[in-house]
């Protein structure tokens, strides 16, 4: 079987299909995530002296566990190696989005894109890094038939 034989295949559209849909689910919940764990507090604490904020450690911990959640479930629902580096990029890019906008808005030192780069790279390289190791760990168990790959 050629590569252009495999491209316009109905397995392989559908797979893309469920891929695209999978990834635009994936960015949306993340944005959502954001909304409800991150995007109500804007208010700075006082702790032991020193200023925290705006999230506390429970709210980040809390947003970054339903995405990570999520686009396992969705890696494990699309499968293919392809779909690791596309979910992740989605889940990125939803939370990144409003994350940007907000900081944006209220930063008044500019450094909002200094935190919008590091929020990229460790997100991003991490859920990479984790549904990497999902595809592998599904792989393992179950193969993904020849058509997928």
Not at 30 to 35: V, Y
Not at 106 to 131: A, I, K, P, R, Y
Request: net charge neutral; hydrophobic share 55%; charged share 15%.
């Amino acid at each position: 079987m050629n590569l252009d034989t495999l491209a316009t295949s109905p397995v392989s559209s559908r797979r893309g299909g469920r891929l695209v849909v999978a990834a635009l689910g994936l960015m949306l919940l993340a944005a959502a995530m954001w909304a409800a764990w991150l995007g109500w507090d804007h208010e700075y604490h006082q702790v032991d002296g020193e200023t925290q904020g705006p999230y506390r450690s429970w709210q980040v911990i809390g947003c970054g566990a339903c995405i990570c959640l999520a686009a396992v479930v969705a890696q494990l629902k699309v499968r293919g190696t392809s779909a690791v580096v596309v979910l992740a990029a989605a889940a990125t890019a939803g939370l990144a989005a409003p994350w940007s906008l907000d900081a944006s808005a209220t930063d008044e030192s500019g450094l909002w894109m200094v935190g919008l780069v590091f929020l990229l790279l460790l997100v991003g390289g991490g859920l990479v890094v984790l549904l990497g190791f999902t595809e592998a760990a599904a792989r393992w168990r179950r193969p993904v038939p020849k058509d997928a790959r």
